[in-house]
């Protein structure tokens, strides 16, 4: 079994920066998905980004393109979410999640087999 451990959550202004991570522990089971999700008061789960763990290929949602980047520490087994310029719409719970056995991107909750439980992002105005 695996499990994902999120960190690096806070409180920012406007214009700020975060930077997001998620360790994954127990078994490994060779190349997959790595990817963020977050969730805010009264709003669907949406898609944020996603990272090739071989290859390093990625995927942003519209609304975080040009203010976040996703990267992953081979070595480390951990991806991180690097937030600038953050707004307070960024403001929700952040999630770390994973799949194997794919070779593309997909942007569904539903496919990913692995989720991390959540840190909290607020970004004032």
């Known amino acids: 079994q695996v499990q994902l451990v999120e960190s690096g959550g806070g409180l920012v202004q406007a214009g700020g920066s975060l930077r997001l991570s998620c360790a994954a522990a127990g078994r490994t089971f060779g190349s997959y998905v790595m990817g963020w999700f977050r969730q805010a008061p009264g709003k669907e789960r949406e898609f944020v980004a996603a990272?090739?763990?071989?290859?390093?290929?990625?995927v942003y949602a519209d609304s975080v393109k040009g203010r976040f980047t996703i990267s992953r520490d081979n070595a480390k087994n951990t991806e991180y979410l690097q937030m600038n310029s953050l707004r307070p719409e960024d403001t929700a719970v952040y999630f770390c999640a994973a799949y194997f056995g794919r070779s593309t991107i997909v942007q569904e909750g539903y496919q990913y087999d692995y989720w991390g439980q959540g840190t909290q992002v607020s970004v004032s105005s």
């Open positions: 990272i090739r763990w071989n290859g390093g290929t990625t």
